[in-house]
């Protein structure tokens, strides 16, 4: 093998042993949640000695960080893959929505994981950048669509609904499981959806139309 490749196949061997790890915190942060998860236990899961662990992350903090990070790329591919496949943007809505609250509700464990983390990054005064992130990569696709879609301030709307599926997916896991109530919530959220698309098209028509009227004067006030 070339001189040259050693440092090169070093470095891939580094990365691919990292991302064993960060999954195996991955597995064990959904079953037992953040709080709960030790290094000692990823150190197990990913079979490398707890003193090796070192030599990949600096501490728990960094490693969660990461493992935080796997879940809300997760959800951005998903989301990703919708804008991508669904032209008209009243369909897309409703899959971002459906798949955002089906996913939040059902992977309950992820979801509770991403908040228990949420609450260590306020706890440490660090949650300005976390929540920015969150907030506006996840609310970013749904405006979009918002905005293709004609609706009234589209993000603002995003934002609520956003904030809105977060709310009620936190109470979800707080009682069985209820499939038609979880059903039910979505179609409130589509009907806010629509109104704000009935808003913000009725508002374009007024605009256009006294648009037209001002020309209208002008012609007059040639003649």
Same mark, same amino acid.
């Given at each position: 093998?070339?001189?040259?490749?050693?440092?090169?196949?070093?470095?891939?061997?580094?990365?691919?042993?990292?991302?064993?790890?960060?999954?195996?915190?991955?597995?064990?942060?959904?079953?037992?949640?953040?709080?709960?998860?030790?290094?000692?236990?990823?150190?197990?899961?990913?079979?490398?000695?707890?003193?090796?662990?070192?030599?990949?992350?600096?501490?728990?903090?960094?490693?969660?960080?990461?493992?935080?990070?796997?879940?809300?790329?997760?959800?951005?591919?998903?989301?990703?893959?919708?804008?991508?496949?669904?032209?008209?943007?009243?369909?897309?809505?409703?899959?971002?929505?459906?798949?955002?609250?089906?996913?939040?509700?059902?992977?309950?464990?992820?979801?509770?994981?991403?908040?228990?983390?949420?609450?260590?990054?306020?706890?440490?005064?660090?949650?300005?950048?976390?929540?920015?992130?969150?907030?506006?990569?996840?609310?970013? %696709?749904?405006?979009? &669509?918002?905005?293709?879609?004609? +609706?009234?301030?589209?993000? #603002?709307? !995003?934002? /609520?609904?956003?904030?809105?599926?977060?709310?009620?997916?936190?109470?979800?896991?707080?009682?069985?499981?209820? %499939?038609?109530?979880? &059903?039910?919530?979505?179609?409130? +959220?589509?009907?806010?959806? #629509?109104? !704000?698309? /009935?808003?913000?098209?009725?508002?374009?028509?007024?605009?256009?139309?006294?648009?037209?009227?001002?020309?209208?004067?002008?012609?007059?006030?040639?003649?």
């Amino acid at each position: 093998m070339p001189r040259y490749a050693n440092p090169k196949l070093k470095v891939a061997v580094h990365q691919i042993r990292r991302e064993e790890i960060e999954l195996a915190a991955l597995r064990i942060v959904c079953k037992r949640g953040f709080p709960a998860t030790t290094l000692r236990q990823v150190a197990k899961q990913a079979k490398v000695p707890l003193s090796n662990l070192h030599y990949y992350f600096r501490d728990k903090s960094e490693l969660m960080q990461c493992v935080m990070q796997h879940l809300f790329d997760g959800m951005l591919r998903v989301f990703d893959h919708i804008r991508a496949a669904e032209s008209d943007p009243v369909k897309r809505i409703d899959r971002l929505l459906e798949t955002y609250l089906t996913r939040t509700t059902e992977d309950w464990q992820a979801s509770l994981a991403f908040i228990e983390y949420w609450a260590e990054c306020v706890r440490k005064g660090t949650v300005d950048k976390f929540y920015t992130q969150v907030q506006f990569r996840y609310s970013e %696709p749904i405006a979009e &669509a918002l905005r293709d879609a004609g +609706a009234e301030d589209p993000e #603002r709307h !995003a934002r /609520a609904l956003l904030a809105l599926m977060t709310g009620y997916d936190t109470f979800y896991w707080s009682k069985p499981a209820d %499939p038609e109530e979880r &059903a039910q919530f979505l179609e409130f +959220a589509r009907i806010l959806v #629509r109104r !704000a698309i /009935a808003h913000g098209r009725a508002r374009v028509r007024l605009v256009r139309r006294g648009q037209g009227e001002r020309k209208n004067d002008r012609s007059t006030t040639k003649d």
